[in-house]
Protein backbone atom coordinates (compact mmCIF):
# COMPACT_ATOMS: atom_id res chain seq x y z
CA UNK A 1 0.00 0.00 0.00
CA UNK A 2 1.78 2.88 -0.82
CA UNK A 3 0.66 6.05 1.87
CA UNK A 4 -0.55 9.43 0.20
CA UNK A 5 2.90 11.57 1.05
CA UNK A 6 4.04 9.24 -1.66
CA UNK A 7 1.44 9.27 -4.17
CA UNK A 8 1.72 13.40 -3.96
CA UNK A 9 5.08 12.72 -5.71
CA UNK A 10 4.07 10.34 -7.74
CA UNK A 11 2.20 12.24 -9.06
CA UNK A 12 4.54 15.16 -9.74
CA UNK A 13 7.05 12.66 -11.12
CA UNK A 14 4.60 11.61 -14.09
CA UNK A 15 5.58 14.08 -16.39
CA UNK A 16 9.14 13.81 -16.22
CA UNK A 17 8.78 9.71 -17.32
CA UNK A 18 6.70 11.34 -20.32
CA UNK A 19 10.35 13.15 -21.03
CA UNK A 20 11.89 9.59 -21.21
CA UNK A 21 14.30 10.48 -17.83
CA UNK A 22 15.39 6.61 -17.53
CA UNK A 23 15.90 6.70 -14.11
CA UNK A 24 12.55 7.90 -13.27
CA UNK A 25 11.59 5.87 -15.65
CA UNK A 26 13.11 2.72 -14.15
CA UNK A 27 12.04 4.04 -10.62
CA UNK A 28 8.34 4.58 -11.18
CA UNK A 29 7.48 0.83 -12.71
CA UNK A 30 9.44 -0.21 -9.85
CA UNK A 31 7.26 1.76 -7.06
CA UNK A 32 3.99 0.76 -9.32
CA UNK A 33 5.10 -2.64 -8.97
CA UNK A 34 4.80 -3.61 -12.68
CA UNK A 35 6.84 -6.31 -12.83
CA UNK A 36 4.48 -7.34 -9.43
CA UNK A 37 7.93 -8.04 -7.11
CA UNK A 38 9.24 -6.06 -4.76
CA UNK A 39 12.23 -7.85 -5.09
CA UNK A 40 14.41 -5.20 -7.55
CA UNK A 41 16.74 -6.77 -10.29
CA UNK A 42 20.01 -5.27 -10.22
CA UNK A 43 19.79 -3.22 -12.76
CA UNK A 44 16.82 -1.23 -10.55
CA UNK A 45 19.04 -1.72 -7.47
CA UNK A 46 21.67 0.12 -9.20
CA UNK A 47 18.87 3.77 -10.13
CA UNK A 48 17.83 3.46 -6.44
CA UNK A 49 21.05 3.76 -5.12
CA UNK A 50 22.43 6.20 -7.86
CA UNK A 51 18.97 8.69 -7.30
CA UNK A 52 19.90 8.63 -3.46
CA UNK A 53 23.14 9.57 -3.95
CA UNK A 54 22.21 11.91 -6.74
CA UNK A 55 23.55 15.84 -5.79
CA UNK A 56 21.12 17.36 -8.04
CA UNK A 57 18.59 19.43 -6.19
CA UNK A 58 15.94 19.42 -8.77
CA UNK A 59 15.35 15.11 -8.38
CA UNK A 60 14.51 15.89 -4.61
CA UNK A 61 10.90 13.94 -5.30
CA UNK A 62 12.60 10.97 -7.08
CA UNK A 63 15.20 10.56 -3.52
CA UNK A 64 11.84 10.68 -1.25
CA UNK A 65 10.54 8.16 -3.73
CA UNK A 66 13.59 6.05 -3.87
CA UNK A 67 14.31 6.79 0.09
CA UNK A 68 10.61 5.13 0.73
CA UNK A 69 10.96 2.20 -1.96
CA UNK A 70 14.39 0.85 -0.80
CA UNK A 71 13.37 0.50 3.00
CA UNK A 72 10.38 -1.81 1.73
CA UNK A 73 11.63 -4.14 -0.68
CA UNK A 74 13.25 -7.22 -0.57
CA UNK A 75 16.83 -7.41 -0.65
CA UNK A 76 19.86 -9.96 0.04
CA UNK A 77 22.71 -9.37 2.66
CA UNK A 78 24.81 -7.59 0.10
CA UNK A 79 22.15 -5.07 -1.21
CA UNK A 80 21.09 -4.10 1.97
CA UNK A 81 24.42 -3.48 2.98
CA UNK A 82 24.99 -0.77 -0.04
CA UNK A 83 21.50 0.00 0.44
CA UNK A 84 22.04 1.28 3.93
CA UNK A 85 25.37 3.12 2.93
CA UNK A 86 23.58 4.66 0.25
CA UNK A 87 20.76 5.79 2.18
CA UNK A 88 22.89 7.47 5.20
CA UNK A 89 24.63 9.55 2.65
CA UNK A 90 20.96 11.44 1.87
CA UNK A 91 20.74 11.18 5.27
CA UNK A 92 23.99 13.20 6.30
CA UNK A 93 23.14 16.10 3.54
CA UNK A 94 24.49 14.30 0.65
CA UNK A 95 27.52 14.10 1.76
CA UNK A 96 27.48 17.51 3.68
CA UNK A 97 27.66 18.69 7.11
CA UNK A 98 24.71 20.82 8.71
CA UNK A 99 26.88 23.88 8.03
CA UNK A 100 28.18 23.16 4.71
CA UNK A 101 24.47 22.62 3.49
CA UNK A 102 23.46 25.36 5.19
CA UNK A 103 26.52 27.74 3.41
CA UNK A 104 25.31 25.85 -0.03
CA UNK A 105 21.70 27.08 0.58
CA UNK A 106 22.49 30.46 1.26
CA UNK A 107 24.50 30.70 -1.65
CA UNK A 108 21.66 29.71 -3.45
CA UNK A 109 19.13 32.30 -2.02
CA UNK A 110 21.91 34.99 -2.31
CA UNK A 111 21.93 33.49 -6.25
CA UNK A 112 18.22 33.61 -6.29
CA UNK A 113 18.24 37.24 -5.53
CA UNK A 114 20.73 38.43 -7.94
CA UNK A 115 18.40 36.81 -10.56
CA UNK A 116 15.47 37.93 -9.10
CA UNK A 117 16.46 41.85 -10.12
CA UNK A 118 18.41 41.18 -13.35
CA UNK A 119 14.95 39.51 -14.45
CA UNK A 120 13.33 42.66 -13.59
CA UNK A 121 15.72 45.53 -15.04
CA UNK A 122 15.71 42.91 -18.30
CA UNK A 123 11.93 42.76 -18.49
CA UNK A 124 12.18 46.97 -17.74
CA UNK A 125 14.81 47.46 -20.35
CA UNK A 126 12.72 45.28 -22.74
CA UNK A 127 9.25 47.32 -21.73
CA UNK A 128 10.97 50.33 -22.62
CA UNK A 129 12.22 49.73 -25.87
CA UNK A 130 8.73 48.65 -27.07
CA UNK A 131 7.07 51.62 -25.11
CA UNK A 132 9.82 53.78 -27.52
CA UNK A 133 9.30 52.48 -30.73
CA UNK A 134 6.15 51.04 -31.38
CA UNK A 135 3.47 52.37 -29.17
CA UNK A 136 4.58 56.00 -29.83
CA UNK A 137 1.78 58.19 -30.64
CA UNK A 138 -1.24 56.61 -28.41
CA UNK A 139 -3.53 58.14 -26.37
CA UNK A 140 -2.93 59.77 -23.17
CA UNK A 141 -4.96 56.77 -21.02
CA UNK A 142 -3.15 54.42 -22.72
CA UNK A 143 -0.16 55.64 -22.71
CA UNK A 144 -0.78 56.30 -18.93
CA UNK A 145 -1.53 52.60 -19.09
CA UNK A 146 1.31 51.39 -20.77
CA UNK A 147 3.47 53.26 -18.02
CA UNK A 148 2.00 51.70 -15.03
CA UNK A 149 4.77 49.01 -15.02
CA UNK A 150 7.05 51.37 -14.86
CA UNK A 151 5.54 52.14 -10.84
CA UNK A 152 5.39 48.95 -10.42
CA UNK A 153 9.05 47.81 -10.85
CA UNK A 154 10.29 49.49 -7.48
CA UNK A 155 7.75 47.39 -5.50
CA UNK A 156 8.90 44.28 -7.17
CA UNK A 157 12.92 45.06 -6.16
CA UNK A 158 11.09 45.74 -2.34
CA UNK A 159 10.73 41.94 -2.82
CA UNK A 160 14.25 41.07 -3.30
CA UNK A 161 15.74 40.86 0.09
CA UNK A 162 12.84 37.82 0.90
CA UNK A 163 13.98 35.79 -1.94
CA UNK A 164 16.82 34.18 -0.01
CA UNK A 165 14.55 33.60 2.37
CA UNK A 166 12.11 32.04 0.87
CA UNK A 167 14.64 29.98 -1.32
CA UNK A 168 15.83 29.09 2.24
CA UNK A 169 12.78 27.82 3.50
CA UNK A 170 11.77 26.06 0.20
CA UNK A 171 15.15 23.82 0.13
CA UNK A 172 14.97 23.47 4.48
CA UNK A 173 11.72 21.65 3.23
CA UNK A 174 12.82 19.88 0.46
CA UNK A 175 15.31 18.26 2.65
CA UNK A 176 13.65 17.36 6.00
CA UNK A 177 11.37 15.38 3.43
CA UNK A 178 14.16 13.73 2.05
CA UNK A 179 16.05 12.73 5.25
CA UNK A 180 12.95 12.06 7.15
CA UNK A 181 12.18 9.54 4.34
CA UNK A 182 15.87 8.12 4.03
CA UNK A 183 15.18 7.71 8.42
CA UNK A 184 12.76 5.80 8.08
CA UNK A 185 14.01 3.63 5.80
CA UNK A 186 17.49 2.86 7.46
CA UNK A 187 15.32 2.22 10.40
CA UNK A 188 12.97 -0.55 8.34
CA UNK A 189 16.43 -2.46 6.95
CA UNK A 190 18.37 -2.12 10.36
CA UNK A 191 21.65 -2.45 9.54
CA UNK A 192 24.90 -1.35 11.11
CA UNK A 193 25.73 0.95 8.36
CA UNK A 194 23.24 3.45 8.82
CA UNK A 195 24.36 3.88 12.88
CA UNK A 196 26.48 6.85 12.72
CA UNK A 197 23.96 9.12 10.43
CA UNK A 198 21.19 8.44 12.72
CA UNK A 199 23.13 9.15 15.40
CA UNK A 200 24.42 12.69 13.87
CA UNK A 201 21.00 13.58 13.07
CA UNK A 202 19.14 12.49 16.15
CA UNK A 203 21.58 15.27 18.21
CA UNK A 204 18.92 17.41 16.68
CA UNK A 205 16.48 16.80 19.54
CA UNK A 206 13.16 17.43 17.10
CA UNK A 207 15.02 15.02 14.88
CA UNK A 208 14.97 12.23 17.58
CA UNK A 209 11.35 12.28 18.96
CA UNK A 210 10.01 12.41 15.36
CA UNK A 211 12.20 9.28 13.95
CA UNK A 212 15.27 9.01 15.40
CA UNK A 213 14.59 7.29 18.48
CA UNK A 214 12.47 4.06 16.28
CA UNK A 215 15.31 4.04 14.18
CA UNK A 216 17.93 3.71 16.22
CA UNK A 217 15.89 1.18 18.46
CA UNK A 218 16.24 -1.22 15.35
CA UNK A 219 19.68 -0.28 14.32
CA UNK A 220 21.70 -0.37 17.22
CA UNK A 221 20.98 -3.86 18.23
CA UNK A 222 22.54 -4.89 14.87
CA UNK A 223 26.34 -3.84 16.18
CA UNK A 224 28.31 -6.25 16.79
CA UNK A 225 31.86 -5.75 18.65
CA UNK A 226 33.63 -8.46 16.73
CA UNK A 227 32.79 -6.12 13.44
CA UNK A 228 31.97 -2.67 14.41
CA UNK A 229 34.30 -1.74 17.16
CA UNK A 230 36.66 0.49 16.13
CA UNK A 231 35.75 0.51 12.85
CA UNK A 232 32.56 3.33 12.88
CA UNK A 233 32.96 6.92 12.33
CA UNK A 234 34.96 8.69 15.40
CA UNK A 235 31.47 10.72 16.44
CA UNK A 236 29.62 7.71 16.99
CA UNK A 237 30.80 7.05 20.70
CA UNK A 238 30.56 10.61 21.90
CA UNK A 239 26.99 10.87 20.16
CA UNK A 240 26.10 7.75 22.02
CA UNK A 241 27.11 9.35 25.55
CA UNK A 242 24.95 12.41 24.43
CA UNK A 243 21.75 10.69 23.82
CA UNK A 244 22.70 8.80 27.18
CA UNK A 245 22.94 11.72 29.27
CA UNK A 246 19.38 13.03 27.87
CA UNK A 247 17.36 10.10 28.23
CA UNK A 248 15.72 11.12 31.01
CA UNK A 249 13.54 12.96 29.15
CA UNK A 250 12.06 10.07 27.59
CA UNK A 251 8.78 8.85 28.87
CA UNK A 252 9.04 7.15 31.78
CA UNK A 253 7.28 3.46 30.20
CA UNK A 254 10.14 3.40 27.65
CA UNK A 255 13.07 5.26 29.63
CA UNK A 256 14.66 2.02 30.86
CA UNK A 257 14.20 -0.05 27.56
CA UNK A 258 16.13 2.88 25.82
CA UNK A 259 18.72 3.37 28.45
CA UNK A 260 19.63 -0.52 27.93
CA UNK A 261 19.49 -0.13 24.00
CA UNK A 262 22.14 2.90 24.36
CA UNK A 263 24.26 0.82 26.90
CA UNK A 264 24.49 -2.43 25.09
CA UNK A 265 25.97 -0.30 22.28
CA UNK A 266 28.20 1.39 24.18
CA UNK A 267 29.26 -1.98 25.57
CA UNK A 268 30.14 -3.48 22.10
CA UNK A 269 31.69 -0.08 20.46
CA UNK A 270 32.23 2.18 23.46
CA UNK A 271 36.36 3.51 24.18
CA UNK A 272 37.97 5.56 26.69
CA UNK A 273 36.32 8.71 25.40
CA UNK A 274 32.98 7.00 27.01
CA UNK A 275 34.41 6.38 30.34
CA UNK A 276 33.82 9.94 31.69
CA UNK A 277 30.21 10.05 31.05
CA UNK A 278 29.42 6.12 32.49
CA UNK A 279 31.72 7.36 35.68
CA UNK A 280 30.33 10.63 35.55
CA UNK A 281 26.28 8.79 35.65
CA UNK A 282 26.98 5.93 37.90
CA UNK A 283 28.51 8.82 40.91
CA UNK A 284 24.61 10.82 40.08
CA UNK A 285 22.88 7.84 40.53
CA UNK A 286 24.92 6.02 43.53
CA UNK A 287 23.54 6.50 46.94
CA UNK A 288 23.93 8.55 48.99
CA UNK A 289 25.12 11.32 46.05
CA UNK A 290 21.42 9.83 44.50
CA UNK A 291 19.84 11.56 47.26
CA UNK A 292 21.47 15.65 47.02
CA UNK A 293 21.93 15.34 43.27
CA UNK A 294 18.72 16.54 42.32
CA UNK A 295 19.62 19.42 39.71
CA UNK A 296 18.14 21.18 36.61
CA UNK A 297 21.37 21.25 35.27
CA UNK A 298 22.13 17.43 35.71
CA UNK A 299 18.72 15.48 35.39
CA UNK A 300 19.70 11.97 34.35
CA UNK A 301 17.92 9.06 36.37
CA UNK A 302 17.84 5.91 36.08
CA UNK A 303 16.23 2.75 37.69
CA UNK A 304 18.56 0.09 39.73
CA UNK A 305 18.39 -2.13 36.82
CA UNK A 306 19.82 0.26 34.39
CA UNK A 307 22.34 1.56 37.08
CA UNK A 308 23.63 -2.33 37.03
CA UNK A 309 23.86 -2.89 33.92
CA UNK A 310 25.79 0.63 33.45
CA UNK A 311 28.67 -0.57 36.28
CA UNK A 312 28.71 -3.77 33.82
CA UNK A 313 29.51 -1.91 30.91
CA UNK A 314 32.00 0.26 32.06
CA UNK A 315 33.95 -2.62 33.91
CA UNK A 316 33.82 -4.03 30.05
CA UNK A 317 35.40 -0.92 28.71
CA UNK A 318 37.80 -0.55 31.21
CA UNK A 319 39.15 -4.27 30.86
CA UNK A 320 39.01 -3.63 26.85
CA UNK A 321 40.80 0.28 27.60
CA UNK A 322 43.53 -1.99 29.88
CA UNK A 323 44.56 -4.26 27.30
CA UNK A 324 45.03 -1.88 24.44
CA UNK A 325 47.07 -0.41 26.61
CA UNK A 326 49.09 -3.12 27.99
CA UNK A 327 49.55 -3.99 24.40
CA UNK A 328 50.48 -0.75 23.35
CA UNK A 329 53.51 -0.32 26.45
CA UNK A 330 54.65 -4.47 24.99
CA UNK A 331 55.24 -3.65 21.84
CA UNK A 332 56.44 0.13 22.26
CA UNK A 333 60.51 0.03 23.14
CA UNK A 334 61.38 2.19 26.39
CA UNK A 335 64.07 4.33 24.42
CA UNK A 336 66.02 4.09 21.10
CA UNK A 337 69.32 2.26 21.27
CA UNK A 338 72.09 4.42 21.12
CA UNK A 339 74.48 4.03 18.50
CA UNK A 340 77.82 4.53 18.68
CA UNK A 341 80.02 6.93 16.61
CA UNK A 342 82.86 4.71 16.02
CA UNK A 343 81.90 1.20 16.01
CA UNK A 344 83.90 -1.76 17.02
CA UNK A 345 86.17 -3.70 14.83
CA UNK A 346 88.00 -6.66 14.98
CA UNK A 347 92.17 -6.95 15.23
CA UNK A 348 93.14 -8.49 12.62
CA UNK A 349 96.59 -8.56 13.18
CA UNK A 350 98.66 -11.21 15.96
CA UNK A 351 98.99 -10.74 19.79
CA UNK A 352 102.61 -11.67 20.71
CA UNK A 353 102.28 -13.06 24.19
CA UNK A 354 105.51 -14.48 25.98
CA UNK A 355 105.25 -18.25 26.34
CA UNK A 356 105.68 -18.04 30.26
CA UNK A 357 103.20 -15.65 30.81
CA UNK A 358 100.88 -17.83 29.01
CA UNK A 359 101.29 -20.95 31.45
CA UNK A 360 102.05 -18.96 35.01
CA UNK A 361 100.51 -20.55 37.56
CA UNK A 362 97.90 -19.05 39.68
CA UNK A 363 98.84 -17.83 43.39
CA UNK A 364 97.03 -20.80 44.91
CA UNK A 365 98.91 -23.18 42.74
CA UNK A 366 102.08 -21.56 43.59
Known amino acids: MIPERIIRHLRKLMPRRKKAILKTSCLLDFVENKAETTRPDSATFTVLC ?29 QQKEAAVATAHLLDYGGKTRGQWNGGAITLGITYAM ?14 LICLFFLRGLSGDIGL ?17 AVPFVTIAVQSNRSNQTR ?21 ASQNW ?27 DSDVVPNLCRLLEKSSDVERNA ?20 LDTLTHLIKRNTPPQKRVSVSTTDPFDCSPIVLERMVQVREVIVERVARE ?13 IVPETLLRSYEGTIETPPEQLLRATIKEE
Open 145 to 161: LLTAPFFVFPFSLLLTP
Open 325 to 337: TEAETLLRGSQAP
Open 255 to 274: KSDWQITLLDALEKVGNARS
Open 115 to 128: GWILLNVTLLILYS
Open 50 to 78: DILRGREPYHWREQVVAAWAIGRAELDEE
Open 206 to 232: EFFWTLGRKALARTLPSLKKETHYGTL
Open 180 to 200: EEAACSLGSLGRAEGVPALLR
